[in-house]
């Protein structure tokens, strides 16, 4: 996995996929991993590219964006991947819930849709959403939700400052946003209640599997007997799901230390 693609383009090649789903990049934001993500693109190809939603945080965009020439790079490498062929499919968020007014509509190449139903290589559906739909707090409280989003915000901005400090006593890198999201007993309660939503969702459905992003919390097991994948995100993690030509489902955690590319891909539980 991570390997480039060779210019003849072999579908067996490491790093070419049947398909990758990508979430939460909430490019605009000075914590978005924009040059990680650009790595992981220029390494990784599909036939299918699903962008499962807040891949533009429209939120900070009208509050002042943090836009590097990496978030335009980023943007730029989907409309090329597009030109060239590859199948791009955004299904907006509530960061981006801007865009599902277009819902329906194709700009450069990318299909934009409210959700919508990915078939796996063995013929196991997935619905890919981005689910925030199943947030109580985004649907009916959406001050609240803007409340979290800064405070979530303020606990990114303070991992600098904090690892600055670990790095000159000779301690390793420690994340206080993502320690607080493990932690913090409400938030653990909400992801469970949030992942059982989504897996009773694909339940009325009729489907196999659901592919969503949303709560920042990468995951891959069967609730049941339903697949849940999330994405996870490209503001901490820097995750992705993706499909192999034989059908097989990998959570992959993207690193590049050092300007060394470290791949490491986890087969999916089913």
């Not at 090649?13 to 990680?36: C, E, K, N, Y």
């Not at 897996?199 to 592919?211: D, K, L, N, Q, W």
Request: aromatic fraction near 10%; charge should be neutral; glycine fraction near 10%.
């Amino acid at each position: 996995m991570g390997a480039p693609v060779n210019g003849d383009g072999d579908r067996d090649m490491p790093g070419r996929h049947r398909a990758i789903f990508i979430s939460d990049v909430h490019l605009g934001t000075r914590s978005a991993q924009a040059p990680a993500l650009l790595d992981f693109l220029r390494d990784n190809d599909a036939d299918v590219i699903y962008l499962v939603g807040d891949i533009i945080d429209f939120w900070k965009v009208r509050r002042g964006p943090v836009w590097h020439q990496s978030h335009n790079d980023v943007l730029q490498k989907l409309l090329r991947k597009a030109r060239k062929g590859t199948r791009i499919v955004f299904i907006p968020g509530n960061h981006d819930e801007a865009l599902r007014d277009y819902c329906g509509w194709r700009f450069g190449g990318i299909e934009i849709v409210r959700d919508c139903i990915h078939t796996r290589a063995d013929g196991r559906r997935y619905v890919v959403m981005h689910g925030d739909e199943f947030d109580v707090v985004v649907r009916y409280a959406k001050w609240l939700a803007f409340l979290g989003d800064r405070s979530y915000e303020l606990a990114l901005w303070s991992n600098s400052p904090l690892n600055w400090m670990r790095r000159h006593v000779g301690l390793g890198y420690w994340s206080l946003s993502g320690y607080l999201k493990r932690r913090i007993k409400s938030a653990v309660n909400f992801i469970g209640e949030f992942e059982e939503m989504l897996t009773e969702a694909a339940r009325h459905r009729g489907v196999e599997g659901v592919i969503c992003g949303h709560i920042h919390h990468a995951a891959d097991r069967m609730i049941g007997a339903v697949h849940y994948l999330n994405c996870g995100d490209w503001v901490e993690s820097c995750t992705a799901i993706v499909e192999t030509h034989s059908g097989e489902m990998q959570l992959v955690h993207w690193t590049v230390p050092q300007h060394t590319r470290k791949p490491v891909a986890v087969p999916a539980a089913a």
